[in-house]
């Protein structure tokens, strides 16, 4: 069986095309198969990414690791039971073709509630929230007091995890390993940041997640996407002189590969 990674929350923003892009071609460098999916219908920014590297690619010549990218097949009426949700079909069908051949299977979800980005939470072995470093990122997993210390309630997001994680229980599949990631954390301590730290913490413990160190904002991955390249692709075009920021971001990308203990992913790489 592979291992179904599901990237999601209900913000857009927040990185989740650059983490499951990034995550994806890292597993496909470790020598492993990884097909990805991408749920967002409307702007597919995966999808693009993909393809973007599949066009560059094939212009310089070059053959590196590369997820297969799956698209979500075209079902007839006729092939719905009566009741069936034509979505869940098609993400069903989806997924049985690419569990065939596959070790990993990536999910990337839009930045808003819809049916597929549901059901796709209900097969998540491992789900991967990405989260900017700012309560109004922080609201899409709970709300907090107005000085930022005390929760007060889960969102509506949460929710969504529990329900599928009730799912999951329901049908005798192990628990989802959620790992919230924070991105752009500043580098000072400054007293927001100790907030936000303070109040994670404590859902942490109360939901049920684990967190995981994310990217800090570059420049590097707005200049990648075009050409569908990763951080680890860099030497592999020529790039020689790396500058700072850019190992700094190639050892947070390692870093986060190491908290999301896949399994059968070795610590170094």
């Not at 291992?3 to 990185?15: F, Q, Y």
């Not at 496909?28 to 590297?53: C, E, F, I, P, W």
């Not at 796709?120 to 000085?147: C, E, G």
């Not at 990763?230 to 700072?244: C, E, F, P």
Request: charged share 25%; with cysteine; net charge neutral.
């Amino acid at each position: 069986m592979a291992h179904i990674i599901v990237v999601g929350n209900e913000k857009g923003g927040a990185g989740k095309s650059t983490v499951s892009m990034h995550v994806a071609t890292a597993l496909a460098r470790m020598g492993h198969s990884v097909a990805t999916l991408d749920l967002d219908l409307r702007q597919k920014t995966l999808g693009r990414y993909l393809l973007n590297r599949q066009i560059y690619l094939t212009k310089q010549g070059l053959n590196l690791p590369t997820p297969v990218h799956h698209d979500l097949p075209d079902i007839g009426q006729d092939s719905l039971k009566p009741g069936e949700n034509a979505f869940d079909h098609r993400l069903s069908i989806a997924v049985a073709q690419m569990e065939s051949d596959s070790d990993f299977i990536l999910i990337d979800c839009p930045g808003a509630h819809t049916r597929l980005s549901q059901v796709a939470h209900s097969l998540a072995d491992t789900l991967i929230t990405p989260l900017n470093d700012s309560f109004i990122d922080f609201d899409l997993l709970a709300h907090v007091d107005s000085d930022g210390e005390e929760i007060t309630g889960p969102s509506v997001y949460s929710e969504m995890v529990w329900n599928a994680r009730q799912l999951r229980a329901q049908a005798g599949l192990k628990p989802i390993d959620w790992v919230v990631v924070r991105n752009r954390v500043g580098a000072q301590a400054m007293v927001n940041k100790e907030k936000m730290e303070r109040a994670v913490g404590k859902l942490a413990k109360r939901i049920g997640f684990r967190t995981a160190p994310g990217f800090n904002e570059r420049v590097i991955f707005r200049e990648l996407f075009p050409r569908g390249l990763t951080l680890l692709d860099l030497r592999d075009i020529g790039v020689k002189g790396m500058n700072i920021s850019n190992i700094a971001a190639r050892q947070e990308l390692r870093d986060l590969i190491r908290a999301l203990n896949l399994p059968g992913i070795t610590p170094d790489f």
